[in-house]
């Protein structure tokens, strides 16, 4: 979709506050792969984990970052992800269910559609 439509949406992926932290709530899978984060404290930390979030994953849609006080995160319910459409007038015009398993995108290419 990002590939598709980002000449006429503007794409964001927000990096919120870590799902799986090492001290908080690790995940088994990071586990066997390595993945130890622990829950960032600071902005600086915060967005030093998301940069290596984005590359290591390689995302190509360009990335923001929560303030450590997830007020995004607070405002949108985005924990663990989620995929949203707002439109012109800042109006969410989709949500997702939580990811990954509530990701649905031929529905939200349907209503980025209608946004056009």
Avoid at 35 to 45: A, K
Avoid at 46 to 67: H, K
Avoid at 84 to 108: C, L, N
Wanted: with cysteine.
């Amino acid at each position: 979709m990002y590939r598709q439509y980002r000449d006429r949406a503007a794409f964001y992926v927000v990096y919120i506050q870590e799902a799986h932290a090492s001290d908080l709530w690790q995940d088994e899978q990071n586990l066997r792969d390595g993945i130890l984060i622990r829950n960032p404290f600071t902005f600086g930390e915060r967005s030093r984990v998301a940069d290596s979030c984005v590359r290591n994953l390689g995302i190509e849609i360009p990335a923001l970052v929560d303030d450590i006080a997830n007020s995004t995160e607070a405002a949108f319910t985005a924990w663990p992800d989620r995929l949203y459409v707002i439109d012109r007038q800042g109006r969410v015009a989709y949500k997702s269910a939580p990811g990954p398993y509530g990701f649905h995108p031929a529905e939200a290419e349907a209503a980025l559609q209608q946004v056009f």
